[in-house]
């Protein structure tokens, strides 16, 4: 009996494959030992963007694993529906407004229209703004109970430390929209 434990050990061990799935951009993934991943330079609507998904648990479940390949499929979309949030947000007190008044009122308007030179100048700043802003970063945190995903957006890399963060439940629905330094 105590040899028949042993062999079912080490076969546990050795001789069984562990289960893997397929996820967009990541590739496999295996299910029985999760562990952060990122990769850089993904190009999500023209934008270069990073991705990191994040587990705190030591195994994946796959229903899990579900949602987050479905939101790995659907970021360009995800992109533009976030485009029209900002849009739709811009002109109304909260996050979106004061995000990009932050960089009307820190920075002089010379500066902007610098940095904005090839947009619309017939454009309103706050317009020309959201149209400089981009996806940058995508996290992932499948087994997190307050965002699932988080999307950063930034308008200039160089000048401000300032996103505009999309916080994501597991279906893709907007939870929040908040602004991080």
């Known amino acids: 009996m105590k040899q028949i434990?042993?062999?079912?050990?080490?076969f546990s061990f050795f001789g069984c494959k562990n289960k893997t799935e397929?996820?967009?951009?990541?590739?496999?993934?295996?299910?029985?030992?999760?562990?952060?991943?990122?990769i850089e330079n993904i190009k999500i609507n023209n934008n270069n963007v990073s991705i990191d998904l994040n587990f705190?648990?030591?195994?994946?479940n796959r229903k899990t694993l579900s949602n987050v390949r479905?939101?790995?499929?659907?970021?360009e979309s995800i992109d533009k529906q976030?485009?029209?949030?900002f849009r739709n947000y811009i002109s109304e007190d909260g996050m979106v407004q004061d995000y990009f008044n932050f960089y009307i009122q820190e920075y002089d308007f010379q500066q902007l229209n610098n940095y904005l030179n090839?947009?619309?100048?017939?454009?309103l700043i706050?317009?020309?703004?959201?149209?400089a802003t981009k996806l940058k970063r995508v996290g992932i945190y499948p087994d997190s109970p307050s965002s699932f995903a988080v999307l950063d957006y930034k308008v200039f890399d160089e000048y401000s430390d300032q996103?505009?963060?999309?916080?994501?439940?597991e279906k893709g629905e907007i939870e929040k929209i908040t602004i991080e330094s």
């Open 70 to 75: 479905s939101i790995l499929e659907s970021l």
């Open 126 to 131: 706050e317009l020309r703004l959201l149209n």
């Open 118 to 123: 090839d947009a619309d100048q017939s454009l």
């Open 163 to 169: 996103i505009l963060v999309v916080v994501l439940n």
């Open 5 to 10: 434990l042993i062999i079912a050990i080490m």
């Open 82 to 85: 976030n485009q029209n949030k």
């Open 56 to 60: 705190e648990l030591d195994k994946i």
């Open 22 to 38: 397929e996820l967009p951009y990541f590739g496999t993934i295996t299910l029985s030992n999760a562990r952060d991943y990122e």
